[in-house]
């Protein structure tokens, strides 16, 4: 069983910056693909960033390559979505998620969810 939380979302004018973290419970978290997904209204949840179980790889969807970046540590279960140069689109609950022994979490269902962190982007 893993309990991810996240934390580090609010509200900042277009430009801006912003840094995620999502901390997670138990004991083989360094076995997880951990990634942040995010869900505007009315819209579908989406995959926004994945970093591998080692952290040698990391997988970003078209709109937020080279802005975002995702890191992680294994050593403090920790996932961490650095932010730069956000813009209104990129308004969303974001959540924090892991499965087991994957590569790019975007290629899968995830088995865990954070509860969510809103991030509101004005212009």
């Known amino acids: 069983q893993v309990q991810l939380v996240e934390s580090g979302g609010g509200a900042v004018q277009a430009g801006g910056s912003l840094r995620l973290s999502c901390a997670a419970s138990?004991?083989?978290?360094?076995?997880?693909?951990m990634g942040w997904f995010r869900q505007a209204p009315g819209k579908e949840r989406e995959f926004v960033g994945g970093?591998?179980?080692?952290?040698?790889?990391?997988y970003y969807a078209g709109s937020v390559k080279g802005r975002f970046t995702i890191s992680r540590d294994n050593a403090k279960n920790t996932v961490n979505l650095q932010m730069n140069s956000l813009k209104p689109a990129d308004s969303a609950v974001y959540y924090c998620a892991a499965k087991y022994g994957v590569l790019n979490i975007g290629d899968h269902e995830p088995e865990y969810w954070g509860q969510g962190t809103q991030v509101t982007v004005s212009s």
């Open positions: 138990g004991r083989t978290f360094s076995m997880y693909g």
């Open positions: 970093i591998s179980w080692s952290g040698g790889r990391t």
